[in-house]
């Protein structure tokens, strides 16, 4: 069985725990609060989600998906295989990594946990960004297809999070849409809220 390594209230874990939910795989969740021996054994770099699959060993949640994408998920649904459609999903991949984990992401930490570090502009970059994914939204379904992809899991618990960072989702009725959709989806399975 599957072993999922993470914290219940990050949205890199649950992005996972989304996908193994759609996905329908079971998989045992073991509950992280503080680098541990196993943790550093598994990840030197103390980071979660950790995924670990019989021998195979992985960490960074967008790595996560693509493998689960590609190992389970049953054709190309979750991660296309044309270079152009691969390429949207990347690029959306990118953003989740960067504008969201430095904007939304970064917003929600400093509110709830007071953590150093983070952007002083965090609900700028958070506001910059959610008025591009309202925008880029206007005419579409979904990030960077015309179904869901793994794009749209990398981007769901921020963005649906961002009020706990004080940044308010109400102008951007593309991106609410959009996060209703998803939960719409079969399997879905809500973040914890604080």
């Known amino acids: 069985m599957m072993i999922l390594y993470g914290m219940p209230l990050s949205g890199h874990v649950h992005r996972v725990q989304l996908l193994l939910s759609m996905l329908g795989i079971d998989y045992r969740f073991e509950i992280v609060s503080a680098p541990t021996p196993e943790l550093l054994r598994l990840n030197p770099l103390g980071q979660i989600p950790i995924?670990?699959?019989g021998?195979?060993?992985l960490a960074d949640s967008n790595a996560i998906l693509v493998y689960l994408a590609k190992a389970y998920g049953a054709g190309t649904l979750w991660l296309p295989d044309d270079p152009v459609g691969a390429a949207r999903v990347q690029r959306w991949l990118s953003i989740a990594a960067g504008e969201l984990r430095q904007g939304p992401a970064a917003a929600r930490m400093v509110a709830l946990w007071q953590?150093?570090?983070?952007?002083?502009?965090?609900?700028?970059?958070a506001e910059r960004l959610l008025a591009f994914m309202d925008a880029h939204l206007d005419d579409r379904t979904f990030l960077a297809a015309c179904h869901p992809t793994i794009a749209d899991l990398a981007c769901y618990g921020y963005v649906a999070h961002a009020p706990e960072g004080h940044v308010s989702l109400e102008p951007y009725p593309n991106v609410r849409a959009w996060l209703l959709r998803v939960e719409a989806l079969p399997g879905f399975l809500p973040m914890p809220w604080i």
Do not use: K, M, Q
Not at 115 to 123: M, V, W, Y
């Open 51 to 53: 995924l670990c699959d």
């Open 115 to 125: 953590r150093p570090g983070e952007p002083a502009d965090a609900c700028v970059r």
């Open 55 to 57: 021998d195979l060993v």
